[in-house]
């Protein structure tokens, strides 16, 4: 049973070359899967509409065999919360502390106000030099900083599917071996992830299934073609 599946995924285009149509794409357990394209954007709106944070025009969104209603906030909660999402556009919310914002989704779900980092934790906010800053807000860290308590965030709700798009622009040069750990954990313990990188050390040494996504077809065009894994290409919808 795949962990997420996208089934006939269309979602407009925001660039002339930047959209998906008919899309067809199922993640497994232990994963690891590099998006491939010519355009960012692309890889980025893909990984947006994994972690719902885009409704499609047409087509089915699975999480763990049960589809949602992706135009439907509420009714994706359930999922949103065992996904993690890390891009540009991931953001802190900025009245609440750093550690207010490590801690809302435990806060949220379950509702505990108390709750605060664990030793681990804190050893991980050490290691990214924000120790000293759990008390400020967003707006006193500079903007590689606040990219990085994303990605700690996003790593500290331990989800079931972890999404990044381009990390390495992320994280500090003098970091990037934490998130190189990162990914070796997450391979070791067998995590599923989809995340877009031009870094060579995460592409060759961690992923071990590579998706392309190629031009999409302007939707005018009669034929629409499924997108498949690289080693297989293009393939006409309803030909195999």
């Known amino acids: 049973m795949p962990i997420i599946e996208l089934v006939n995924y269309t979602l407009a285009q925001s660039e002339p070359d930047c959209g998906m149509h008919h899309v067809n794409f199922a993640l497994a357990e232990g994963d690891i899967c590099r998006l491939e394209s010519p355009h960012t954007e692309t890889t980025h709106l893909m990984l947006k509409a994994l972690a719902t944070l885009t409704p499609p025009r047409s087509g089915i969104y699975r999480f763990k ?100 798009h381009m990390p390495e622009d992320l994280i500090q040069h003098r970091h990037f071996h934490l998130l190189e750990n990162q990914f070796r954990t997450w391979r070791d313990d067998g995590q599923s992830v989809v995340f877009a990188s031009n870094n060579p050390n995460l592409v060759e040494h961690y992923a071990n299934r590579h998706h392309r996504l190629d031009t999409p077809i302007p939707s005018e065009s009669v034929d629409c073609f499924e997108i498949r894994d690289a080693t297989r290409g293009l393939v006409p919808l309803g030909k195999s």
Do not use: W
């Open 65 to 164: 065999d049960r589809a949602y209603d992706v135009h439907d906030y509420r009714a994706t909660l359930a999922c949103k919360r065992r996904i993690g999402y890390v891009a540009s556009d991931a953001a802190l919310i900025s009245n609440l502390t750093i550690r207010q914002n490590l801690l809302l989704t435990r806060y949220y779900f379950e509702n505990d106000l108390s709750i605060d980092l664990s030793d681990a934790e804190r050893s991980l906010c050490r290691q990214f030099g924000l120790d000293e800053k759990l008390n400020l807000r967003p707006a006193a860290l500079r903007g590689i900083e606040k990219a990085e308590t994303v990605f700690i965030r996003e790593v500290l709700k331990a989800p079931e599917v972890m999404l990044l």
